[in-house]
């Protein structure tokens, strides 16, 4: 039988259903609440976030793979009460590294010029994925990458870091990257070298992107690709609607590429740095049920039900059985 580690424990690939592969359930800002508690009750907001949970799930969706590693304030004790309140959703959750936070610096080269040591962070990255969170042996189940906007040294070690883990345990890979600048085959290229199957990754935010022949490219190499901000159309950064973004995924079906994408929302449920008035007013759509509720229905009036069944349950299941050994 294969499995994937959950917040919960594992479960049987077999069983992970309709999945959105890349959520962001809780973010805080680094240390922020561990110095201020008075700030938020953060339990309070965890439950909170479990009832969005529930909700994705009264609609079909049965797991949720949140994104938000470490460097990010990850909060396995919030994200474990998250899944125990949601008990019709499993929850994976993710080690590695996000490139918009700050790398501790004690996994940092002192000398001859100071970068990341993608050795002591694969360690740390590895003992996630096969000891678990401290000691709750509670493991991760997917290790988290990302370039952002372009690819430098210190980035490049990132992305080593999380290669050698993937190579290590077999877990998959998924990625932020910037399509405007074409970083995900800058990540292709390093995971190539440090010999990660590119099949055992997933390039995200690629339906932010419009251009095909990029997007094709990707999944030439063997790569998934994430269809995996729809709701997130507030500009400056997110410019495509809800409907552009489901046209990118049905003209990349016309092109034969619907076994190669995965779909989500990149939602944040609750984070301290936007207010649920402000995620109302600029990104009322950015919610875990807006897959469900708004973009399979229109998918089904322009592709077939076995192209939705690949991109929501299928793709996803081979993403981690693969990792698990079948």
Not at 90 to 118: C, L, M, Q, W
Not at 147 to 170: H, I, K, S, W
Not at 188 to 214: K, N, P
């Amino acid at each position: 039988m294969a499995t994937v580690e959950t917040a919960l424990g594992p479960v049987d690939v077999a069983d992970l259903g309709f999945t959105l592969m890349h959520e962001h359930l809780m973010v805080k800002s680094a240390n922020l609440h561990d110095q201020w508690p008075h700030l938020d009750d953060l339990t309070a907001r965890a439950d909170e976030v479990a009832t969005q949970v529930r909700a994705a799930g009264d609609r079909g969706v049965r797991t949720i793979v949140d994104c938000t590693p470490p460097n990010m304030s990850r909060d396995v004790p919030l994200i474990r009460r998250i899944a125990a309140a949601a008990t019709n959703v499993n929850v994976i959750f993710s080690t590695g590294v996000h490139p918009h936070f700050p790398v501790p610096y004690p996994f940092r080269y002192k000398a001859p010029e100071e970068t990341t040591d993608p050795d002591r962070m694969a360690e740390l990255f590895v003992r996630d994925l096969t000891v678990g969170y401290a000691d709750t042996g509670v493991k991760a189940g997917i290790i988290k990458a990302g370039t952002d906007p372009v690819l430098d040294r210190e980035n490049e070690m990132m992305l080593r870091a999380a290669a050698r883990a993937q190579v290590a345990t077999g877990a998959p890979i998924t990625t932020h990257t910037r399509p405007k600048t074409k970083v995900g085959l800058m990540q292709q290229d390093v995971f190539a070298r440090e010999g990660v199957d590119l099949s055992r990754v997933v390039i995200g935010h690629c339906g932010d992107s419009t251009d095909f022949a990029y997007l094709s490219a990707l999944c030439e190499r063997g790569s998934y690709i994430g269809m995996d901000r729809f709701g997130l159309d507030a500009p400056p950064w997110f410019r495509l609607t809800v409907e552009q973004r489901v046209d990118v995924v049905v003209e990349m079906c016309r092109r034969g590429y619907a076994s190669q994408m995965v779909m989500s929302h990149d939602s944040m449920c609750w984070c301290d740095f936007l207010s649920a008035e402000e995620k109302e007013t600029y990104m009322p759509r950015s919610r875990l049920t807006t897959i469900p509720d708004e973009v399979i229905p229109m998918l089904r009036e322009r592709i077939s039900t076995e192209e939705i069944q690949l991109m929501t349950i299928d793709n996803p299941r081979r993403i981690f059985a693969a990792g698990a050994g079948e």
